[in-house]
C-alpha cells in the first residue's frame, strides 16, 4: 500500500488495473474523523485526480462503519481556524476530483460521514446501512425536498433499502459483496473510454449546479464542442464502434 497517513487512519491502495481503493481506517472509533484525517483525506483525493494511472476512486471505511463523522472529542481542533480551506476538505476535493468515485457504505455514514457519501458519484450500500444528518448540503437535490426535511428535521436515518428506493444509493447489497458490487462497477468504467469518462461526469455534475434549461444548454455545448474538435480519423473510429455496438446487440435478438 501507498500514500498512508503517518498513523495510517487513511489507507491508499493503488491496484494495478486503474482502480484506487481509499480506506478510512479508524475502526474503534466507528471511523470518526480528527482533523489530520480530514487532511489527509482530502489530499488523497487530491493526489489520485493528479494520477494519471488511476482512473476510478473506490472509498470505504474498515470495521462496522462507514464515517461516524467529526470525532467529538477532537471538534474544537476541526472547527476551529479556516474552516473554509479547500486543500483540507475532504468534500471539497472530492467535488473537484474529475475521476469517478464510487462510495462502498457498510454501517453509518452520519454526519459529516453523510457529506462525504453525497460527495461520491456512484453508492453502493449493505443491507442495513444507515444514513443520517441534521444539515447535509445537496441532500434535497438528491432525494427532494420534503424528504430532505424529514431526514434532516428528524434526525430520521435513511435506510440503504429506502435510500435506494429514492434514487440515493445506487445498489443494496449483502455486507460480503460491497466490495466485490464496487469493484465490478469500477472495471466496467475503467473499460470504458477514458476521456469521454470525463467529460460524462463533468457535464452532469455542472448540470446539477443549473436549473434544467441551462444544463441542457450546457450539456449542448460541450458536446458541440467535443464534435468539433474531432479529427476525420476520430468521427470514423466512432462509427465502427457504434456500428460494431449494434451488430452485437442485433445478434443477441
Sequence with gaps: MDGKSPEKLILVNREPNGVALVTINRPGSLNSLTR?????LAQAFKRLDRDELVRVIILTGSGRSFCSGVDLTAAEDVFKGDVKDPESDPVVQMEL??????GAIRGFAVTAGFEI???????VAAKGSKFMDTHARKLSRVIGANK????S????????EVAEKLGFVNHVVEEGELLKKSREIADAIVKNNQDLVLRYKAVINDGLKLDLGHALS??????????????KEQFKKMQEFIAGRSSKKQSKL
Design 218 to 231: 450546457l450539456e449542448k455545448e460541450r458536446a458541440h464542442n467535443y464534435y468539433n474538435g474531432m479529427t
Design 148 to 151: 430532505a426535511r424529514e431526514v
Design 36 to 40: 489530520p484525517m480530514m487532511v489527509d
Design 117 to 123: 457519501a453525497l460527495a461520491c458519484d456512484i453508492l
Design 153 to 160: 428535521l428528524s434526525a430520521t436515518p435513511l435506510t440503504a
Design 97 to 102: 476530483c474529475r475521476k469517478p468515485i464510487i
